[in-house]
């Protein structure tokens, strides 16, 4: 398939799955997410270990406002009420699916990229790798991140996150279990973690994942309130003046 948001590449049992929309911020649509679920139903039986990667300066910004602005202005079902079910599913497959799946984090995260980072097994990141949650500067909620963030850093830091709505740094990070270890030369990290894990056959690492996410079960009996809220927060009048004056103007909701 000719991939337009993503780039694939598979090295043995190692598949490469990097997001690339360097002209959006590496922010997510719906095609990101069609071309994300394509990847690892084309590649994944093949592989053992998913590489989620992004751009150097940016692993992923979060929702494409921009799209969901033009989407809504023909549309009464905006980008946002319908990449909701569909990038949970995403994020469930990173969290469930028979291989390890490994985010290797350079630059900002921000809202849904969130989302990716906390759905993987390992989180591996260089020292520019900052982690935020903007959302309720707009009005909205990370509804369907917190589930994924919750089972990563617990309720109350997945929470403080939400609130404070503003980058922690790498270490920070690590210290709160997103990040499992950082270094300068993430690519060395990646490498020495991959020679590692690339020794465990595929159904130890099915039979482990799947005893593993039976023992909470935050993921899937959330799965409906959060996409529920999704919906709710993106059919309000006034969250969607809030982020098309910020698609428009560049303006947040409280500046005059």
């Known amino acids: 398939m000719d991939y337009q948001t993503i780039q694939v590449k598979i090295e043995g049992p190692v598949f490469y799955l990097r997001l690339h929309r360097p002209d959006a911020n590496n922010t997510i649509n719906e095609q990101l997410i ?3 679920h394509h990847a690892l139903t084309a590649y994944g039986e093949q592989c053992s270990i998913v590489v989620l990667e992004g751009l150097p300066d940016v692993f992923c910004f979060g929702a ?3 799209s969901i602005e033009s989407n809504a202005a023909v549309n009464a079902a905006s980008e946002g009420d319908r ?3 569909p990038l949970y599913a995403l994020w469930t497959r990173l969290a469930t699916e028979h291989y390890i799946t490994v985010a290797h984090v350079r630059g900002k995260t921000n809202a849904g990229g969130i989302g990716f980072v ?3 097994d390992m989180v591996l990141a260089d020292e520019t790798a900052s982690f935020s ?7 909205l909620f990370p509804a369907c991140v917190l589930p994924f963030l919750i089972r990563r850093i617990g309720h109350n830091r997945a929470n ?3 609130l404070l709505n503003k980058p922690i740094g790498v270490h920070q990070a690590c210290s709160w279990g997103l990040v499992d270890a950082v270094e300068p030369d993430s690519d060395a990290l990646l490498r020495k973690h991959l020679l590692r894990v690339r020794r465990i056959n595929k159904t130890g690492i099915a039979r482990y994942k799947a005893y593993m996410n039976s023992l909470s079960g935050l993921i899937a009996q959330s799965k409906q309130l959060a996409i ?6 993106f059919s309000d009048n006034d ?3 809030n982020i098309s004056r910020y698609v428009n103007t560049g303006r947040f909701p409280w500046e005059t």
């Open 239 to 241: 969250i969607r003046e």
């Open 160 to 162: 403080y996150m939400t």
């Open 133 to 139: 949650l903007s959302e309720l500067l707009f009005g």
């Open 34 to 36: 069609s071309e994300c």
């Open 228 to 233: 529920e809220a999704n919906k709710s927060m």
């Open 118 to 120: 906390a759905a993987c």
């Open 83 to 85: 990449i909701a079910e």
């Open 64 to 66: 494409d406002f921009k």
